[in-house]
């Protein structure tokens, strides 16, 4: 019956035409946009990138933003499979552990950095209990324009304790999908539990450290209210320039910009995100 | 020698991820009298004094209000587009269903930042910015890919032979649905709404630029927090915090799979 096919065909678009529309005019249609107000100037269509590319600041947001990724990325990475096999040993309270790691997913970016601030403000934490053990004479600052690098310490330290989480999730499910048969195979080859890391559960978790990366990759480009509490533009980030420049300067143009900027970055790496995703799929099909 | 070994790994690591939460909580609780006073590091007592200014005086819970607002708002949105198409996913096979899959788990990676000054434009026009209902549109573009993307998975997991059952004792397709797998669904989905709304409750960058006077609470806190003394700051930091921990803790039994479906 080619009637009933074509209604059969037709239902799941109908069901999913909401949806698509509705991303379209708050998603796809404002991208546009964004490029629209990023090409629009008095002085020729390249104007405000000759604003952005005329001052150091794009530069140092560019700069900032991938040195923060290069630099926390790989700690969290690290950090993530060394707690993702403990919390898999499964010992008594491993899942009050699990949870107690994933409470910082609970956070905004702007009340980590109000929490972080607790601990290395002038009078935080740190300083107290240094000066109570008499370690040091006055407190240490570590904010202000002076202190640029221990801004950056401590904005570093922020993300590793509150993006780890995610990382941390994404990388335990993983663990958690390998089939135990070839851990104990390795025992059976008398495999040393260094061995079997490197030989065997690694190797078997490439694909969820992969997305895992890509996933920190696209979340590093939109880092904002970290920086922008802590450091304000001590720090330059492609997002922090994008508020900046619309809320303080006014400038939408300019804005849109940096955020046609995040979006080619976000562009890039999704692409390699949902590369992979599909490989994954197809392998998933062919088991 | 192991047996010491994971108590201290158990603590170390409990200190380090829940360290900074409990810290601030105190400091917010600290008397302003002891805040300079560098002799003890905890403080002699406790008080709720900056709490309650920072909510009952500064506007914090004005702002409070319209952040539930804008969280509910913006569920009810994503998820009265998102289930219908969720359930497409699940239960229909059809040409492109991949590729709308993929377009959903790629505009999950989209971050509202790249749109936001954009919308902006477009809400002048419209009479929405500056509206509770204007970032409320925003958020539930942010939440309804990851609605689409749970929703589908949790259908996928109710068996469609019951469904079908349903249908044999003459329930039409749609009272199957709302009879049998919209009930089996929905601890799954009351899970994804509450995690939607703490995605919502958490959004400061898009809620900063689309509103000005009609502020949700982190877009208040960014525009204040750093001209503010030092206990107001940690006040923000504790009311951002203690519902968005509660509301997960509701759901731990369900954030592995969410995360692990979501974030793939």
Same mark, same amino acid.
Do not use: C
């Given at each position: 019956?080619?009637?009933?096919?074509?209604?059969?065909?037709?239902?799941?678009?109908?069901?999913?035409?909401?949806?698509?529309?509705?991303?379209l005019i708050f998603m796809?249609?404002?991208?546009?946009?964004?490029?629209?107000?990023?090409?629009?100037?008095?002085?020729?269509?390249?104007?405000?990138?000759?604003?952005?590319?005329?001052?150091?600041?794009?530069?140092?947001?560019?700069?900032?933003?991938?040195?923060?990724?290069?630099?926390?990325?790989?700690?969290?990475?690290?950090?993530?499979?060394?707690?993702?096999?403990?919390?898999?040993?499964?010992?008594?309270?491993?899942?009050?552990? /699990?949870?107690?790691?994933?409470?910082? %997913?609970?956070?905004?970016? $702007?009340?980590? @950095? =109000?929490?972080?601030?607790?601990? #290395? !403000?002038?009078?935080?934490?740190?300083?107290?209990?240094?000066?109570?053990?008499?370690?040091?004479?006055?407190?240490?600052y570590f904010f202000g324009?002076?202190?640029?690098?221990?801004?950056?310490?401590?904005?570093?330290?922020?993300?590793?304790?509150?993006?780890?989480?995610?990382?941390?999730?994404?990388?335990?499910?993983?663990?958690?999908?390998?089939?135990?048969?070839?851990?104990?195979?390795?025992?059976?080859?008398?495999?040393?539990?260094?061995?079997? /890391?490197?030989?065997i559960t690694l190797p %078997?978790?490439?694909?969820? $450290?992969?997305? @895992? =990366?890509?996933?920190?990759?696209? #979340? !590093?480009?939109?880092?904002?209210?970290?920086?922008?509490?802590?450091?304000?533009?001590?720090?330059?980030?492609?997002?922090?320039?994008?508020?900046?420049?619309?809320?303080?300067?006014?400038?939408?143009?300019?804005?849109?910009?940096?955020?046609?900027?995040?979006?080619?970055?976000?562009?890039?790496?999704?692409?390699?995100?949902?590369?992979?995703?599909?490989?994954?799929?197809?392998?998933?099909?062919?088991? | 020698?192991?047996?010491?070994?994971?108590?201290?790994?158990?603590?170390?690591?409990?200190?380090?991820?829940?360290?900074?939460?409990?810290?601030?909580?105190?400091?917010?609780?600290?008397?302003?009298?002891?805040?300079?006073?560098?002799?003890?590091?905890?403080?002699?007592?406790?008080?709720?004094?900056?709490?309650?200014?920072?909510?009952?005086?500064?506007?914090?819970?004005?702002?409070?209000?319209?952040?539930?607002?804008?969280?509910?708002?913006?569920?009810?949105?994503?998820?009265?587009?998102?289930?219908?198409?969720?359930?497409?996913?699940?239960?229909?096979?059809?040409?492109?269903?991949?590729?709308?899959?993929?377009?959903?788990?790629?505009?999950?990676?989209?971050?509202?930042?790249?749109?936001?000054?954009?919308?902006?434009?477009?809400?002048?026009?419209?009479?929405?910015?500056?509206?509770?209902?204007?970032?409320?549109?925003?958020?539930?573009?942010?939440?309804?890919?990851?609605?689409?993307?749970?929703?589908?998975?949790?259908?996928?997991?109710?068996?469609?032979?019951?469904?079908?059952?349903?249908?044999?004792?003459?329930?039409?397709?749609?009272?199957?649905?709302?009879?049998?797998?919209?009930?089996?669904?929905?601890?799954?989905?009351?899970?994804?709404?509450?995690?939607?709304?703490?995605?919502?409750?958490?959004?400061?960058?898009?809620?900063?630029?689309?509103?000005?006077?009609?502020?949700?609470?982190?877009?208040?806190?960014?525009?204040?927090?750093?001209?503010?003394?030092?206990?107001?700051?940690?006040?923000?930091?504790?009311?951002?915090?203690?519902?968005?921990?509660?509301?997960?803790?509701?759901?731990?039994?369900?954030?592995?799979?969410?995360?692990?479906?979501?974030?793939?």
């Amino acid at each position: 019956m080619p009637h009933m096919h074509i209604k059969k065909q037709f239902i799941p678009w109908l069901l999913l035409a909401p949806s698509l529309i509705y991303l379209l005019i708050f998603m796809g249609l404002p991208i546009i946009g964004t490029a629209k107000l990023a090409f629009e100037s008095d002085e020729g269509w390249l104007g405000n990138f000759k604003i952005l590319f005329s001052s150091k600041d794009f530069q140092n947001a560019l700069w900032n933003t991938l040195l923060l990724a290069v630099i926390v990325i790989p700690i969290q990475l690290v950090l993530s499979i060394f707690l993702a096999i403990l919390v898999n040993k499964k010992f008594k309270g491993h899942q009050t552990l /699990l949870y107690i790691i994933a409470s910082p %997913l609970a956070l905004s970016d $702007i009340t980590a @950095a =109000l929490m972080s601030y607790s601990i #290395f !403000a002038p009078n935080g934490y740190l300083n107290r209990i240094l000066l109570s053990i008499n370690w040091i004479e006055r407190p240490i600052y570590f904010f202000g324009y002076m202190f640029k690098s221990k801004e950056m310490l401590v904005i570093i330290l922020t993300e590793v304790w509150r993006a780890t989480p995610l990382v941390f999730v994404m990388i335990l499910a993983g663990l958690q999908s390998i089939n135990k048969e070839y851990i104990e195979a390795a025992e059976v080859f008398g495999f040393s539990s260094w061995q079997r /890391l490197w030989k065997i559960t690694l190797p %078997l978790l490439k694909p969820s $450290i992969l997305s @895992a =990366l890509l996933i920190r990759t696209l #979340f !590093a480009f939109q880092l904002f209210g970290v920086v922008w509490l802590l450091a304000g533009r001590d720090i330059k980030v492609l997002a922090g320039e994008t508020y900046y420049w619309y809320v303080f300067m006014n400038n939408k143009n300019v804005a849109s910009v940096y955020a046609l900027i995040i979006a080619l970055l976000t562009f890039v790496v999704g692409w390699f995100y949902i590369k992979t995703i599909r490989s994954e799929h197809l392998e998933e099909g062919a088991r | 020698m192991m047996k010491i070994m994971y108590p201290l790994l158990f603590v170390l690591i409990a200190l380090f991820f829940l360290g900074p939460t409990v810290l601030a909580f105190i400091a917010s609780m600290t008397p302003a009298s002891e805040f300079y006073d560098y002799s003890h590091i905890f403080p002699s007592r406790l008080t709720l004094e900056h709490i309650n200014k920072l909510l009952f005086t500064l506007g914090g819970f004005k702002a409070l209000l319209v952040s539930i607002e804008v969280a509910l708002i913006s569920i009810a949105i994503a998820f009265a587009l998102g289930i219908p198409a969720g359930y497409a996913l699940a239960r229909y096979a059809f040409r492109g269903k991949n590729a709308v899959t993929l377009a959903m788990l790629f505009t999950r990676s989209l971050p509202l930042i790249v749109v936001s000054v954009s919308l902006v434009t477009v809400y002048l026009r419209f009479n929405l910015a500056d509206t509770a209902i204007g970032v409320a549109l925003a958020h539930a573009a942010m939440i309804l890919p990851f609605v689409v993307i749970i929703t589908s998975s949790i259908f996928s997991s109710v068996f469609i032979e019951y469904e079908e059952a349903g249908m044999v004792f003459g329930l039409t397709r749609f009272g199957a649905f709302i009879r049998i797998s919209l009930p089996l669904a929905l601890p799954g989905l009351a899970a994804s709404a509450i995690y939607g709304f703490i995605m919502s409750w958490n959004e400061a960058f898009a809620a900063s630029i689309l509103s000005i006077q009609n502020r949700t609470l982190p877009a208040h806190i960014l525009a204040t927090a750093m001209a503010s003394p030092d206990y107001f700051k940690y006040a923000m930091a504790t009311v951002m915090a203690v519902p968005a921990l509660i509301f997960i803790f509701i759901i731990r039994k369900y954030l592995i799979s969410i995360w692990g479906i979501s974030l793939k």
